[in-house]
């Protein structure tokens, strides 16, 4: 690639510096650096915006704070005038990708792939401004590759270099079947930087193979090979594992701003600094000084975590609402008294019912189990009265206050 750093004048420069530090900070890895200097001088100097993609495996709709890291990239992308090519992976998602996975991953059905993109599309447009997105669809290229293309594009690379990817060799020395199929993912990925003609990709940095592929078939088929972005992990609620809704240690875009505020205050300590870091939409100077005073003890850890708690449920539910939810945090939490803005359901039911039906008909709690655990673990009170017999007959009455948790609240109306 020619060399465009050169031949910027000194403003010119100053603003490829500048967009430089913005991308760089928070990321795991850039492959490699130097060429995305010069990717955005080629931008700066022809005054052409650069196009950054990221592919989406469309296996589940809900969308959480984990998710957000690259979306917060993208976006810093986005508001230097650059374009976003969203690609759905409605071709590549009915393969599955096997991405640290034990198995072959369960292929999608093209019902499941349009509704969960439908709903991915949605809540990412609570990050990025969709009107200035590309979405693309890869079925738009990989569904016309013919038997011929697809045995040229295999030959590009090597069994054992498909191999060398940690779920592919740790599965083949364990003698766990492989289907042919699944060495197509990373390829098909791949291709979609040859299709868009991509200049950077972005990715999680469990996606490392699949993007560098993206690199290497644009070589091969003679483009110019676009950057990579890594970014880290984000560990959920826990501190410990990867943000899974699985694992219940996430906090989801959709939910509500008590909830949301709740469980941002519950970020462990020593990730408080990450997580203003990758999930929040500060700029580069407020998050330093955070860190600075942080570490030089002018900002109470509690005090950060209040205002990590108001950033996140302003970004997704406006600042009044993320007025409310601090006002309401502090209620229950520092003055120990029920919150103001109690939900209230019309209760059609009758006078008696036991209190794990109640819980599961009021969707307190989603089955018959977990709500019979919560009552064990003393986290069910009604009317401020914590509730210990998972037996109990409750008599429903007006106004009664149904507590779960330290966040989940409803008052009943007859």
Known sequence: MENF???????????????????STGVQEILPAIELKNKIAKSIFNEVPLKVKLGLDPSAPDVHLGHTVVLNKLKQFQDNGHIIQLIIGDFTGKIGDPTGKSAARKQLTDEEVKHNAKTYFEQFGKVLNTEKVELHYNSEWLSKLNLESIIHLAGSITVARLLERNDFSERYSSGKPISLHEFFYPLMQGYDSVALESDIELGGND?????????????????EKQVVILLPLLEGLD????????????????EEPNEMFGKAMSVPDELMIKYFELATDLSLDEKKKINEDLEKGNLHPRDAKMLLSKTIVKMYHGIEASKRAEGNFKQIFQKGELPEDIPAIEWVGGDQIGIIDLLVELKLQTSKGESRKMIQNGGVRINGEKVTDIH???????????????????????
């Not at 750093?5 to 991308?23: A, V």
């Open 5 to 23: 750093i050169d031949k910027l004048s000194n403003n010119q420069r100053k603003e490829m510096e500048r967009q430089f530090e913005i991308y």
């Open 207 to 223: 996606q490392h193979f699949n993007v560098l592929m993206g690199r290497h078939l644009q070589e091969h088929f003679g483009k």
């Open 239 to 254: 501190g410990i594992e990867k943000m899974s809704k699985s694992k219940n240690n996430y906090i989801g875009v959709d």
């Open 392 to 414: 109990e007959n409750i008599s429903v009455e007006n106004e009664m206050v149904v507590q779960v948790g330290k966040r989940k609240f409803v008052k009943l109306k007859m």
